[in-house]
């Protein structure tokens, strides 16, 4: 079992930046990759970006590409997320997840562990 604790969320305005943090805790040796995911009320929870703990590979959603950057420090076990150029559609709760799978790691159900979530809300 891996646990996971997310910290970083808040309430800022359009434009502004924020830095997600997931540290992983419990039996991360056998943790391949880190996700972030995020869900706005009333809606499905959604893919944002991952990346594999050994390699530093990383993918992220259309929507957020070139504004968010996922990295990990191998050392500290822990994830971040940096979210620059906010939007009001970016407020969400944000969640961190991990997986031992190798694979469709854009899916909620690839992923074991889940964070218990920290709240982005961007301001118009």
């Known amino acids: 079992q891996v646990q996971l604790v997310e910290s970083g969320g808040g309430l800022v305005q359009a434009g502004d930046s924020l830095r997600l943090s997931c540290a992983a805790s419990?039996?991360?040796?056998?943790?391949?990759?880190m996700g972030w995911f995020r869900q706005a009320p009333g809606k499905e929870r959604q893919f944002v970006a991952h990346i594999t703990w050994r390699t530093g590979d990383t993918y992220y959603a259309d929507s957020v590409k070139g504004r968010f950057t996922i990295s990990r420090d191998n050392d500290k076990n822990t994830a971040y997320l940096q979210l620059n150029s906010l939007k009001p559609e970016d407020t969400a709760v944000y969640y961190c997840a991990e997986t031992s799978s190798y694979y469709n790691l854009h899916r909620v159900e690839s992923y074991e562990n889940w964070g218990q979530g920290t709240q982005v809300t961007v301001s118009s």
């Open positions: 419990g039996r991360t040796y056998s943790s391949w990759a």
